[in-house]
């Protein structure tokens, strides 16, 4: 993560290059726990499934090859239905639906970013 200044930023342009560099590291390097542990870009891009596919096959030999570490399942490595901000409840999904804010085109995987305001709903990404 790109580090802050600890007295602070000289101008604007430096705080423009400090939030582009942060905003690449969120979306290309750190690996979100939201995603699995996968980051937006690879969510966004398709590779998100492929990479799912791999941790899963490899734990699945993992546990074939030595059951005895093993005292359960794996992990579940399902890819979310949906991402948001703050995480929302099937209900409160619902009620969004119900409202408009979450259209017919968002539906389709519950593959949204919502955030909730003190009155209104943004809905700020439609993951495809």
Request: charged share 30%; net charge positive; proline share 4%.
């Amino acid at each position: 993560m790109p580090r802050f200044s600890q007295n602070g930023l000289s101008s604007i342009e430096e705080a423009r290059e400090w939030v582009r560099k942060f905003v690449h590291w969120l979306n290309y390097i750190h690996l979100h726990s939201g995603l699995k542990f996968i980051t937006p870009y690879q969510r966004h891009s398709g590779l998100d499934e492929q990479i799912m596919n791999k941790r899963f096959e490899t734990y699945e030999k993992a546990r074939s090859l030595h059951p005895e570490r093993w005292s359960k399942n794996i992990r579940d490595w399902k890819l979310p239905s949906y991402v948001s901000l703050t995480p929302i409840k099937e209900d409160e999904y619902n009620k969004l639906t119900q409202l408009g804010v979450l259209k017919s085109s968002y539906l389709k995987d519950k593959n949204v970013i919502v955030d909730r305001g003190y009155e209104s709903y943004n809905v700020f990404a439609h993951i495809e």
